[in-house]
C-alpha cells in the first residue's frame, strides 16, 4: 500500500479536500485503484451532533456513517463508497483506546499519547486503506489521506506525532507528503508572499514530517522567481512546487495538478511510474469546460434553515449542478431563508419578507432540503404550498418531504392544526411521528441511518421512470421522524401518491402530485449519491421540469448515459455559439440541442 498525506498550513479553508480529492482522481485516471481517509482532530466522535453552522453538512455514507463533508468531494470526485472508518476523529481514537485499557489490554502499563495514541491511529490508517471502497475486491493501491486543521493547532499534534512515526514504518516509495499552504498577494504591493509558507514548512520540518510536494494556493499562477525561493527556502524541488490558483469551477483543479505534472512527481516519490499510465480525463475535461460554457440559466430557490452558510447544503448544491449541467443550463441558486417566508417576518421585518417571497416566486423551481427543530417550519410549508397551488416544479427532501405532507393534510384535508410531533407533541392530527426506534435521550448515531430500499408501488409515475423503471432503490437516510402510516390512506384518498414505500409498506419514502408539472417529495436524501455524469434522478427530474425538459426526458422511459464507443456524443449540444467546441470530447448525461433532451 503507497500513502499520500495531504497537510495544510497558514489558514484553514484553503481547499485541502478539494486538493486531496483531485489528487486521488488523478491517481485514479493513471489506471490505480484508489481510498481515502479524512482525519478531523476534533474530540467528537462523530460528526453527527454538529451543528451546520459549525462544520458544515453531516454527510451520510451507505454504513450509516455520520461524517465530514470532505468524504463527500472523495466520494463524487473518485466515484466510490466509502466507510465510517475512512472518518478518523480524536473521539473514536481515544475511545477506542479506553475501552482496550478498560479490558486491560495494555497489561498494567500506563496509557500515554505515545505510544498508545500514536500506535492506535496508525492501525486504524492501515486497517482503514485496506477496505475496498471501488466494488472490486482487494485493497488499493493507494490510500490519499487528508490531515484536517492547520500544522500547529494544538489537537492534532497526536495525528502529527503518529503519522511522522508511520512515514519512518512504511519507508520511503511508500509515502508522500503534499503539503497545501498559502501565498498570498498584498494589494499594496502586487507582490506574491513566500514567508507564509515558509514557516509552514519550517513547523511542518520541526515535527518530524518533510514535505515533498507543496501545493500552492494562491489568486494567480506562482511566478518564476516565487516558485524558485520557495524550493530553495523549503527544501522541495522546483518541479514539485504547484500552483493551485483560482478556477471557475472545481472540477479544474485534477487538471492543473495533470498540466502541471503533480502526478508525475507523485508517482515518483511512490515509486510508481513503471506500473501507472497517462492520466485519462478527456470525458473529465469536457464536463469541466461544459459548466464553464453554460449561460442560459435555471433558477432554484433553496428554502432552508442555514442559508448563511453554503457548506450545510454542500451535497444538495453539488446534486443541483451535477442535473444543470446534464440539462445544458447554468444553475442560479436564490437562497430564501425559509423563516423570512412566515406571517411574523412580514411584521418584524417586511423588507426581508417582500425579498423572500419575490425570490420563491421569481424562481424557475423549489427546493426545500432537510434540517432539524421547529425554526423556519412554517416557511416551509409555505413554501410546499405555493409550488403546489401554483404548479411549480417542487422537491422536498427529509424535511421537506414532511412540510409538503403536512401542508396536504391542512389546506387539501382541512385538518387545520396537522403538524410534526416534533413541532407539536400534542397536536390531534399528527401527520408525521417519532419513529419507535429512536432515542430522544441520546443524540449520536440513534437515527435512521445509512442506506435502505425503497420499492416503488407504482410504476406509471415520474420518479420510477427517471430512476429507469427500476422496482426499487437503495438511498441514504439520517432522520427521527417519518409520516405517520395511519393518515396514508386519508391523504391518498385526497390525491397524494405515496409512490415509494419500504419493505414493510409502513414507512414512507416518496410522494408526488401525479397531476402536477413536478411535485416530489423523499424522505430520503438522494443528494449523497449524486456524481459528476451521472446526476441524481429527483434532482435531474427538479432541473428538468424547471427549464421544461421533463416531458422530453420523461418520454424515453429510462435515464442513461449515452456515449459511442469512440468516447463522442453523437449529438452536438448547442451552446449558444460554441456548438463545436466539445463536439468532439466524450460528453455525458442528457443532452440538449434546442429541441429537447435527448439520452
Not at 505515545?114 to 466494488?135: L, N
Request: aromatic residues 8%; charged residues 20%; contains cysteine.
Amino acid at each position: 500500500m503507497k500513502y499520500v498525506l495531504v497537510t495544510g498550513g497558514v489558514v484553514s479553508g484553503l481547499g485541502k479536500g478539494v486538493t486531496a480529492s483531485s489528487i486521488g482522481l488523478i491517481l485514479k485516471a493513471c489506471g490505480l485503484r484508489v481510498t481515502s481517509i479524512k482525519i478531523d482532530p476534533y474530540l467528537n466522535t462523530d460528526a453527527g451532533t454538529m451543528s451546520p453552522f459549525e462544520h458544515g453538512e453531516v454527510f451520510v455514507l451507505d454504513d450509516g456513517g455520520e461524517v465530514d463533508l470532505d468524504l463527500g468531494n472523495y466520494e463524487r470526485f473518485l466515484d466510490i463508497k466509502l466507510t465510517r472508518d475512512n472518518n478518523i476523529t480524536t473521539g473514536k481514537i481515544y475511545q477506542s483506546v479506553l475501552e482496550k485499557e478498560r479490558r486491560g489490554d495494555y497489561l498494567g502499563k500506563t496509557v500515554q499519547v505515545v505510544p498508545h495514541i500514536t500506535d492506535a491511529i496508525q492501525e486504524w490508517i492501515e486497517r482503514a486503506a485496506a477496505i475496498p471502497v471501488d466494488g472490486k475486491d482487494g485493497p488499493a493501491d493507494v490510500c490519499v489521506i487528508e490531515l484536517g486543521g492547520t500544522i500547529g493547532d494544538i489537537e492534532s499534534m497526536p495525528f502529527i506525532e503518529g503519522l511522522g512515526q508511520f512515514s519512518y514504518r512504511v519507508g520511503a516509495g511508500n509515502f508522500c507528503l503534499v503539503h497545501v499552504s498559502l501565498v498570498p498577494v498584498l494589494n499594496v504591493v502586487g507582490e506574491q508572499k513566500t514567508k507564509p509558507t515558509q514557516h509552514s514548512v519550517r513547523g511542518l520540518r520541526s515535527l518530524g514530517l518533510m514535505p515533498n510536494i507543496l501545493a500552492c494556493r494562491s489568486t494567480t499562477a506562482l511566478e518564476e522567481n516565487v516558485k524558485e525561493k520557495l524550493s530553495r527556502f523549503c527544501h522541495v524541488p522546483f518541479e514539485n512546487i504547484i500552483t493551485l490558483y483560482d478556477v471557475s469551477n472545481i472540477w479544474h483543479v485534477p487538471l492543473l495538478l495533470r498540466d502541471q505534472k503533480a502526478h508525475e512527481a507523485i508517482l515518483k516519490v511512490l515509486d510508481l511510474k513503471s506500473v501507472a499510465c497517462e492520466p485519462v480525463l478527456a470525458e473529465w475535461t469536457s464536463r469541466a469546460d461544459l459548466c464553464d460554457m453554460l449561460h442560459e440559466p435555471v433558477r432554484i430557490a433553496m428554502v432552508g434553515k442555514y442559508t448563511g452558510l453554503s457548506d450545510s447544503y454542500l451535497s444538495v448544491l453539488k446534486a443541483l449542478l451535477h442535473a444543470s449541467v446534464a440539462c445544458r443550463r447554468k444553475l442560479c441558486i436564490d437562497w430564501v431563508p425559509a423563516s423570512d417566508l412566515e406571517i411574523a417576518t412580514a411584521q418584524e421585518n417586511p423588507d426581508a419578507y417582500r425579498s423572500a417571497w419575490s425570490l420563491l416566486k421569481g424562481a424557475d423551481g423549489i427546493l426545500v432540503p432537510g434540517g432539524f427543530g421547529d425554526r423556519g417550519v412554517e416557511g416551509k410549508i409555505f413554501a410546499a404550498k405555493y409550488a403546489r397551488e401554483n404548479r411549480k416544479p417542487y422537491l422536498g427532501i427529509c424535511l421537506g418531504m414532511q412540510t409538503a405532507v403536512i401542508e396536504f393534510a391542512r389546506s387539501v384535508l382541512g385538518m387545520e392544526d396537522a403538524n410534526s410531533t416534533e413541532f407539536n407533541a400534542h397536536t390531534r392530527n399528527p401527520c408525521v411521528i417519532f419513529m419507535p426506534e429512536g432515542s430522544k435521550t441520546h443524540m449520536g448515531g440513534t437515527m435512521r441511518l445509512g442506506s435502505r430500499r425503497t420499492y416503488f408501488q407504482v410504476m406509471d409515475c415520474k420518479s420510477a421512470k427517471l430512476y429507469g423503471n427500476r422496482s426499487f432503490v437503495d438511498e441514504r437516510h439520517r432522520h427521527r421522524y417519518e409520516v405517520n402510516p395511519d393518515m396514508v390512506p386519508q391523504l391518498e384518498a385526497a390525491g397524494l401518491s405515496f409512490t415509494g414505500k419500504d419493505e414493510t409498506g409502513r414507512r414512507m419514502e416518496i410522494i408526488e402530485l401525479p397531476n402536477h408539472p413536478y411535485f416530489v417529495g423523499v424522505q430520503f436524501h438522494p443528494e449523497f449519491k449524486s456524481r459528476p455524469g451521472k446526476p441524481s434522478a429527483v434532482f435531474l427530474g427538479l432541473i428538468a421540469a424547471s427549464c421544461g425538459q421533463l416531458e422530453a426526458l420523461l418520454k424515453k422511459g429510462t435515464v442513461k448515459s449515452c456515449v459511442l464507443s469512440n468516447g463522442t456524443s453523437p449529438i452536438k449540444p448547442q451552446l449558444n455559439g460554441n456548438a463545436n467546441k466539445l463536439a468532439n470530447g466524450p460528453l455525458v448525461g442528457i443532452y440538449y440541442n434546442g429541441n429537447g433532451l435527448h439520452v
